[in-house]
């Protein structure tokens, strides 16, 4: 489980620093979160193949979280992409990009699908055997969702010696991570329990931009094992944060200690700043494992 | 007369090549011709001030010639702009972008003018003392447009030596400039043509993208001191060039050659060539002025 920050500053893009896109890998799927201008490009400097991203969530209608999204289906159509796109973001995106794709003359050769998004409460967006997303809804200026992305480890972790030693054929294995039970040949029983362990706990990654200080958060958010939570400015400017409903790192680390996190990653920094250390610091005084988000960095996500 | 190539690459933005923008310092102007995305970075790398740039012409709306442009308006907003903005590009433009200040809940601080054009005869866009812009229709998949950039000399220069001979005050030289006679104290009256020399001849520039081969531009870009004219391949995939309505770099030079143009700029070339040497030495075949573009350098128009 990897994500890789294709770009974590606020408002505009410039020459070295872009605003929100992420990619979050996680059990064979890649994600893309926001899409910010820029953010083909930043997918090519990260070597992130376009033909793999099937799903993409966008969080507000902010440009500097989605005027990338038309240049990036636009790109698609031009090389040829076949799969389905999954766009997920707030009602009214799809209206945004047909109406310029009609302009250009344009028409997708894959199937392009919006799923837009009116609800205030959390509700699933992608499920399937393997991993669950989810709404986190968020307070900002318009209508905001951040995601939860979710592993679902249901599968027991097999036991190879007790499995090599009793000769079980390969052909069962799928049945005994599901918890089954074997028949030997000779009749004996082999309860689940002998042959496996426990599966490996479910990981989980949070992104929450743009958002104020909103403590109603923090059940849904509750002991990921990373939050990405925005903090626009640092706590001597809580008043432009308060008036233009964005958060602090000081604020983001109080929602990362209530909703007993793993580890806080800190983003969509005001360009204001020369230097993003001092977000660093002002968040550990309140929250101990604090990462700062960085454009093109890498975080591994580890299994616990 | 400056003309700097901010991008002059189809189809999308990459890594180390830009799709479509350029800016034309004329006459302390400083025109915006399309502006795809990534522009804004460009523009901060080329250090042309964004609060000069009052005029942007959007040739059509293909993406590769206009993504940047909401981007851009955001940028403008968020920076304070107090200037008028205005926007000269196809009938639908002005949706596309209210509807993305819509969908963000933000209004322009300034006033935000869009000129929709639909006409396929030339039209002047705009024009003052010292400068006039009009579109060439183009020939391409979608409704577009080039622009012709005229400067228009009608001041005479002042022959200084003759004038500080007779001891003429400063406050008269506008008048001389503009052809007027001089009446000294004494009575006696001084022909402007003793005082003047004939104006520089007035540069202009014609901006072509994106076209197929089409000799119905000829008579409109006569003689211009510079023309860009698109050469998205080369000859020998001339088929492609036939199917999507753009042109090879052998076709611009012939244009170049009927128009008897000064010099002929080469741009938005496909990303499928390594190199863009070739298009200059096609075209060099069959004109002798040839230039190539690459993102960022800086072409001076000079006084003939």
Redesign the interface.
Known sequence: MKLTVLGCYA?????FSNPTAQVLEIKNHIFLIDCA??T??QL??SKIKFSKINHIFISH???DHF??L??LI??FM?LNRENDLHVYG?K??K??IL??LR???SYTGYNLYFHELESTTSEILYEDEKVRVSTIPLHH??YTNGFLFQEKNKERKLNIPAITELEIEPVYFRKIQYGGDITLEDGRVIPNADLTFDPAVARSYAYCSDTCYDERIVPLIHGVDLLYHESTFLENESHLAERTLHATAKQAASIAKQAEVHQLLLGHFSTRYGSTEPFKTEAESIFPQVWLAEDGKEFEIPQR
């Open positions: 408002a505009t893009p410039r020459t201008e820029g083909q490009v090519r400097k209608l902010h440009g005027y990338g038309i240049g636009s790109t031009l707030p009214g995106i209206e945004i109406l310029q302009a250009s003359g200026r318009v």
